[in-house]
């Protein structure tokens, strides 16, 4: 199971931090993403993180302004959005890594970007 | 250009067979994933590798690939199918970014 939390309503320029705990399986072994979906509108890939956590990959309208990170000793991953704008509004779905795709998803954090 | 092209939308009648495809040159390297998006829900894994479903995926739904499109086929479609499908690959590229393609809406007359 995984379980987002940290939504909310932020302002255009602002920060904020999201989490996704992990239970059920092994959290440690597994690669974790982001992924988030604008209302209305269709699924775009944000984030990727190594089960380590060495490896990050992002896609392109986030590059340079979230990171991705993990800690393993709390099943927990964690999406950290800088310079936030008004198109990043969005339910943003963390999910479980399964070679080039995704088996698990949770329900999604609705971050709402607006002044 | 990495894009993923999907139809915006397909219609069928219940009980007959659904074809939804999906167009991009990622699909030369990389193969296909598919999901499904009920309304209010969270997107499920149907399809991985191509044609591979993982377990809970009734027999129904299968996959296909010739060269630079893949297609994901409900055969005896039911009501319950309605919803968005969404086809995913890795990029050309052959790094871990994934992209998706726009999503088809599926609705059962």
């Known amino acids: 199971q995984l379980v987002e939390s940290g939504g909310g309503v932020v302002q255009p320029g602002t920060s904020l931090r999201i989490s996704c705990t992990a239970s059920g399986f092994s959290f440690k072994s597994y690669g974790m993403h982001w992924v988030r979906q604008a209302p209305g509108k269709g699924l775009q890939w944000v984030a990727l993180?190594?089960?380590?956590?060495?490896?990050?990959y992002f896609g392109d309208s986030v590059k340079g302004r979230f990171t991705i990170s993990r800690d393993n000793s709390k099943n927990t991953l964690y999406l950290e959005m800088t310079r936030l704008r008004v198109d990043d509004t969005a339910v943003y779905y963390c999910?479980?890594?399964?070679?080039?795709?995704?088996?698990?998803w949770g329900q999604g954090a609705l971050v709402t970007v607006s002044s | 250009s990495d894009e993923l092209t999907q139809p915006p939308s397909v219609s069928v009648s219940p009980g007959q067979t659904a074809t939804i495809t999906c167009s991009g040159e990622?699909?030369?390297?990389?193969?296909a994933s598919w999901y499904q998006q009920r309304p209010g829900q969270a997107p499920l894994l149907l399809i991985y590798k191509d044609n591979e479903r993982p377990s809970g995926i009734p027999e129904r739904f299968s996959g296909s690939t010739s060269g630079t499109t893949v297609t994901l086929t409900i055969s005896g479609v039911q009501a319950e199918d309605e919803a968005d499908y969404y086809c995913q690959s890795a990029d050309s590229y052959g790094t871990w970014s994934m992209q998706f393609g726009g999503g088809t809406t599926l609705t059962v007359l």
């Open positions: 999910a479980r890594g399964y070679g080039y795709a995704v088996d698990a």
């Open positions: 993180i190594s089960v380590d956590g060495t490896n990050k």
């Open positions: 990622a699909f030369r390297k990389q193969s």
